[in-house]
């Protein structure tokens, strides 16, 4: 941060210091910078879509209602939902390809860095857009993320414009981003960084980049029928003019479906760095890695009506969906393969990013299991809109991907900044977390194979006991993020100074540059043997 | 590889990755008509498709036997009978019968007569465009009521059903029941299937 052109000027008075530190961010085009900004805006997020979590959980504490009326229910869990997406996962994971490609293949910045810092700041902006939507007259969006017609069209409160425009800039943004990180790994790598070389997270945040200008424009496309059917007196949506509600499913899925390996991608390439760091061995099968990860890629693209098996489509279309689902299961058992074979006979040692490494690796596969019992059709009419697939989810999108950028964020800490973070606080967080995560989604199985749904401010009393356990690991899990925090800004400064390879096994060009790496980070291109 | 630092080479790939952006876009809209077309193609999914058949099928009309039969409850202190015990009918044409109703008490009453058909198979062939089941009857102390039902039997009644009984309760309606359920409920409620 110190390297910044116009952060080195001498102290001036206080309003001065604040417009320079404004100017600075905001016309930031470093690629640390901008990675900087989306971890922060990210880490912002998921502290405002956790807070709207706690509140569905204070509210399912004890059934009845107690805080909350069930129309602001149904806003929690939509808004939840959208920022957690939008405003968490999806920048948390553009911001460590920010931080991490241009230094894992040699380059001094990304290739676009105009576009970048564009790319950045159309975030936020949309954020606020979609948050101030919950002081509207009219409440903000009640429909689920999944914003399915005509709940969203015919029924959708008068903020849901608003919503559709923060979707649209949040694509354009995403979009923008994707071009940035293929445009730099096609033109930007070292001399002798062959395609087969390239680290397995390069790799992953290249797939997850095509699967990004992919499917975007096909969620812009959707919301944006969706403002036609609004607002135009179009009827895409509407049976009544010859539309078809059905068909926003389907083409929302064919977004949203891909979308879940945009956000598991980048998480596996985070894993696939960690262990191989802390076993002290290379990774085992690179190229089945990068295999598995295109396999998954295209397969994602044509598996997305598994989310509407209840919607009554044919037998044969069921079929081939559960099928060609559960194909999935083929490459992503690859990679948990891998991973574990790389642990195997490794000497390994058990620093924070390993630990939330190996829970990932538990966690993930656990949830990965629950899915291809999703994926069977005739047991997903009992599963369907249960509370079953908000465990499944939740497993795979915080047991799982959460903790692989938290792993991530230990991981390359001491590198981005030049200290150490505190070992001890991290112990501690990783026990809180994986314990009280446990304790929170574990139990929401059995809620939903009970017959418990989602979505829902009250439930009948068979569900009280499963719901308090899982609201005091909610807000167990909630609060011990906390240490997290403090740990990474309370060892900005305290910390001990970090080597310039941190670890003892860690392999990779990053590794090779200071900690902190300069601000261009390779003046001159290394060269890859 | 050497590393490709051409601006050239740089533009067209940010070109082309913005061309299959703009192009994605236009394919979420293409996918409206290809939604369609598929099902027609792959004859999938088009729930007209599978039951404009079914309506269009034209059975031939048969003939049947159909009887009234009436039932007071509660020491109903009240007249209530069919003005046809039974009668020869031809499916799918439409007819009308009349039950007769006097309200022998001292007192104004509300009643509500409950259907029922047996063989209870027969139930959603059976189909009522009028019946004084769709609605509660108050009457005066002495006051009597001819009552119409204008029913049809559906053709694709099975043959084996060669009778059908069509019997109704008549049910005393409380104040606080009269008042706690409007008729709409009750007739919703009570009308199974097509009847």
Not at chain 2, 52 to 75: D, G, W, Y
């Amino acid at each position: 941060m110190a390297n910044g052109a116009t952060a080195a000027a001498v102290p001036q008075s206080v309003p001065k210091r604040m417009i320079a530190f404004i100017v600075r961010w905001t016309t930031a085009t470093n690629h640390k910078d901008i990675g900087t900004l989306y971890l922060c805006t990210a880490l912002l997020n998921l502290f405002l879509g956790g807070t709207l979590a706690l509140c569905i959980r204070a509210e399912l504490f004890i059934p009845g209602l107690q805080f909350v009326e069930p129309n602001f229910f149904n806003t929690l869990t939509t808004m939840h939902g959208l920022i957690m997406l939008f405003g968490f996962i999806m920048p948390v994971a553009v911001g460590f390809a920010n931080w991490l490609i241009p230094m894992m293949i040699g380059a001094p910045d990304m290739a676009l860095p105009r576009l970048n810092n564009m790319s950045f700041w159309l975030l936020p902006t949309a954020t606020i857009m979609l948050v101030s939507t919950l002081f509207m007259d009219g409440g903000a969006p009640n429909f689920g993320w999944t914003m399915y017609a005509p709940l969203s069209t015919t029924y959708g409160p008068p903020s849901t414009d608003y919503m559709i425009f923060a979707v649209h800039m949040l694509g354009i943004s995403s979009i923008m981003g994707s071009i940035n990180i293929i445009t730099t790994i096609a033109t930007m790598r070292a001399p002798g960084m062959t395609w087969m070389k390239l680290p397995v997270f390069v790799w992953t945040w290249l797939v997850t980049a095509f699967l990004l200008i992919g499917i975007m424009p096909v969620l812009a496309g959707a919301v944006t029928m969706m403002l036609f059917d609004r607002n135009f007196g179009t009827a895409f949506f509407d049976a009544a003019g010859g539309g078809d509600p059905l068909l926003f499913q389907h083409i929302f899925w064919f977004f949203g479906h891909p979308e879940v390996y945009v956000l598991a991608l980048p998480a596996f390439g985070i894993i696939s760095q960690i262990i191989p760091t802390f076993s002290r061995k290379p990774l085992f099968g690179y190229r089945t890695m990068v295999m598995a990860t295109i396999l998954i890629g295209f397969l994602s693209y044509i598996v997305w009506a598994h989310h509407m098996f209840t919607s009554g489509m044919p037998y044969g279309a069921q079929l081939y969906f559960m099928l060609a689902t559960m194909l999935i299961a083929v490459p992503t058992g690859m990679k948990v393969f891998n991973w574990i074979t790389t642990m195997f006979r490794g000497s390994i040692s058990f620093e924070t990013p390993m630990l939330f490494a190996i829970a990932f690796v538990f966690m993930f596969t656990f949830a990965g299991c629950t899915g291809v019992m999703l994926a069977v059709a005739p047991a997903d009419f009992q599963y369907h809109d249960s509370y079953f697939v908000v465990a499944h989810f939740h497993y795979v999108l915080v047991n799982g991907l959460t903790f692989a950028f938290l792993a991530g964020a230990y991981y390359w800490y001491p590198k981005f900044w030049g200290r150490m973070y505190n070992e001890r606080l991290g112990k501690i967080h990783f026990w809180l977390s994986t314990i009280s995560v446990n304790v929170l989604f574990f139990p929401q199985h059995f809620l939903g194979l009970a017959g418990m749904p989602r979505r829902i401010p009250d439930y009948a009393l068979q569900f009280v006991d499963f719901n308090f356990i899982s609201s005091i690991g909610a807000f167990v899990f909630g609060f011990s993020q906390l240490i997290f925090v403090y740990n990474m800004i309370s060892s900005r400064h305290r910390g001990a100074p970090a080597s310039d390879q941190v670890w003892e096994g860690a392999e990779g060009l990053e590794w090779t540059l200071s900690s902190p790496p300069p601000h261009h980070s390779f003046q001159t291109p290394p060269r890859v043997d | 590889m050497t590393a490709v630092t051409d601006s050239h080479a740089r533009r067209s790939l940010l070109v082309k990755l913005v061309a299959a952006a703009v192009l994605m876009f236009g394919f979420s809209f293409a996918l409206v008509p290809l939604y369609d077309l598929m099902c027609d193609a792959l004859g999938i999914g088009k729930i007209r498709a599978t039951t404009a058949p079914a309506t269009a099928v034209t059975l031939a009309p048969h003939t049947l036997a159909i009887e009234f039969v009436t039932t007071n409850t509660e020491q109903l202190d009240w007249s209530f009978y069919p003005l046809v015990k039974s009668m020869e009918i031809t499916t799918a044409e439409t007819y009308m019968v009349n039950f007769y109703a006097k309200n022998n008490t001292g007192h104004t009453m509300t009643v509500q007569a409950i259907p029922s058909i047996t063989p209870v198979q027969g139930t959603e062939y059976l189909i009522k465009t009028q019946c004084f089941c769709f609605e509660q009857q108050t009457l005066e102390p002495g006051e009597s009521i001819k009552m119409p039902v204008v029913f049809m039997i559906d053709s694709a009644l099975p043959e084996k059903y060669s009778t059908l009984t069509l019997s109704y309760s008549l049910f005393e309606l409380k104040q606080e029941t009269a008042s706690a359920h409007t008729p709409g409920e009750l007739t919703a409620t009570n009308r199974g299937g097509r009847t």
